[in-house]
């Protein structure tokens, strides 16, 4: 079965960087686009990025461009996500997640989730 395990969550400064990964099993990876949401306390489960399955394209919430870049490694079958200048409004629990559709920026448009992993920013 598909599985998902994100990592490299934590506390962090405003200004500081963190580098979050998804390593995915259970799948054909590089079939698979790849996407990262967050969640915060009492708020909807966002978008924050999502990349192709070749990695050719990529899609950014307004929020994070700029500050953030999401990459992966076929050959690794994992995900990361780059997080620089981060800010307080930036801590949420971060989810990635897989699905075969080529492009996808909503919820709705990915089958598969990891548990997640803790940002927290602090000001």
């Known amino acids: 079965q598909v599985q998902l395990v994100e990592s490299g969550g934590g506390l962090v400064q405003a200004g500081g960087s963190l580098r979050l990964s998804c390593a995915a099993s259970g799948l054909t990876f590089s079939n698979y686009l790849m996407g990262w949401f967050r969640q915060a306390p009492g708020k909807e489960r966002e978008f924050v990025s999502g990349i192709s399955r070749s990695g050719a394209r990529t899609d950014y919430a307004d929020s994070v461009k700029g500050r953030f870049t999401i990459s992966r490694d076929n050959a690794k079958n994992t995900v990361y996500l780059e997080m620089n200048s981060l800010k307080p409004e930036d801590t949420a629990v971060y989810y990635c997640?897989?699905?075969?559709?080529?492009?996808?920026?909503?919820?709705?448009?990915?089958?598969?989730w990891g548990q997640g992993t803790q940002v927290t920013v602090s000001s």
């Open positions: 997640a897989a699905d075969r559709r080529q492009y996808g920026i909503i919820r709705s448009d990915y089958a598969y």
